[in-house]
């Protein structure tokens, strides 16, 4: 995604080119939502997401400073926060899916309002995926979203988590360690249905 | 190598669930519902909808433009004031010339008048070219050299001059 376009589309929205600001929100509009939607696991706060996050560019209140980074990165910091301050407020957080965990275990820590997000991630690898994120605990989730998902470097994910790269790296790979624990019961129960 | 460093290497055999490139393919193309698009195009209708003029000015507004004027104002006089005050067109010279009586008129009004860009310079002539040129001035030392302010016409004509008093 060219920063320099998101630039120019951006001077232009500040002029009050509608049709800029709606270029603008076309070019980011599925990622954020992705993003929004596999880290909440709700459609709905996804869709609150997207839209918060481009109210607040349109209103400037985030702040963007081209300067700093880019936009869409921006855009994601600030998906992300309203994601976890969504979570907060609602208390939907799980906990990190412990050692002796089962299929039901699983089950049942998955949020309800997943329900939705599993008729569009219809693919039964897909779903394995989408609940044994929602087992994870968001720290883990951020980052594996960010970095598998959206195949973000190191150091993007570092500047929208507002984290070390150290701290990127570590997470990443306890992340990666913890979503293959949590997808082993979905992985064995395809195997033997095979 | 760092078991970490797999920032340009995203795949199964570094620890990559083969579940992410379903995903991927599966949420290439989600997208908000279209009331998120519609509804930000109002805010934003509302936000930019253009206002009638004597809203457009509040006393914030007013009162920032006023003291920029205010700022323009002085700045502009100080600078007008800071300016050399050296003849800069040959109007001003014109005028300067008959208004200053240190001034002797070399040749005649009319052709003071017609003298196009004059400019003022100033040169030291011996008290005998002086004599030439009509100046009232003792020549018991023609050689001795006198400082002049002189008109000269861009023809190089000299139109007055003055002598510098010591």
């Known amino acids: 995604m060219n920063d320099f376009e998101d630039i120019q589309l951006l001077r232009a929205i500040r002029q009050g080119d509608a049709t800029a600001f709606q270029n603008l929100y076309r070019r980011h509009r599925s990622g954020l939502y992705s993003f929004a939607l596999l880290h909440s696991g709700a459609p709905d706060v996804a869709a609150d997401v997207v839209q918060e996050v481009f109210m607040g560019l349109l209103s400037d209140s985030y702040g963007f400073d081209p300067l700093k980074g880019m936009l869409a990165n921006f855009l994601y910091g600030v998906a992300r926060n309203l994601v976890l301050s969504h979570a907060r407020q609602n ?28 008729r ?28 598998e998902l959206h195949e973000k470097s190191y150091q993007e994910i570092a500047q929208i988590c507002q984290l070390e790269i150290g701290t990127v790296r570590s997470r990443l790979s306890r992340g990666r360690a913890a979503l293959a624990k949590a997808l082993e019961p979905y992985r064995a129960n395809a195997k033997d249905i095979a | 190598m760092n078991s970490f460093d797999f920032d340009d290497d995203r795949n199964a055999a570094n620890g990559r669930a083969p579940e992410w490139e379903v995903a991927r393919r599966t949420l290439a193309q989600a997208a908000p519902p279209d009331q998120v698009e519609q509804a930000l195009l109002r805010a934003f209708a509302i936000r930019h909808a253009p206002r009638p003029w004597y809203r457009r000015w509040d006393i914030d507004a007013v009162a920032s433009w006023a003291g920029i004027g205010a700022l323009g104002c002085v700045l502009a006089i100080v600078g007008m004031s800071l300016l050399p005050g050296e003849p800069r067109s040959p109007h001003v010279v014109r005028v300067l010339a008959a208004a200053d009586v240190g001034f002797v008129s070399i040749v005649s009004p009319e052709r003071m008048a017609a003298a196009v860009n004059p400019q003022l310079k100033q040169a030291d002539l011996p008290r005998s070219a002086l004599v030439q040129m009509g100046i009232p001035i003792v020549a018991d030392a023609p050689n001795e050299l006198v400082h002049a302010e002189l008109m000269v016409a861009a023809t190089g004509e000299p139109l007055a001059i003055r002598l510098a008093v010591n």
């Open chain 1, 120 to 147: 569009l991630l219809d693919d039964e690898a897909a779903g394995h995926l989408r609940r044994a994120l929602a087992a994870l605990a968001p720290h883990y989730r951020d980052v594996l979203i960010l970095f």
């Open chain 1, 91 to 118: 208390r939907r957080w799980v906990q990190p899916i412990q050692e002796d965990d089962g299929d039901d275990s699983l089950d049942q820590v998955v949020d309800t309002a997943a329900e939705p997000l599993a």
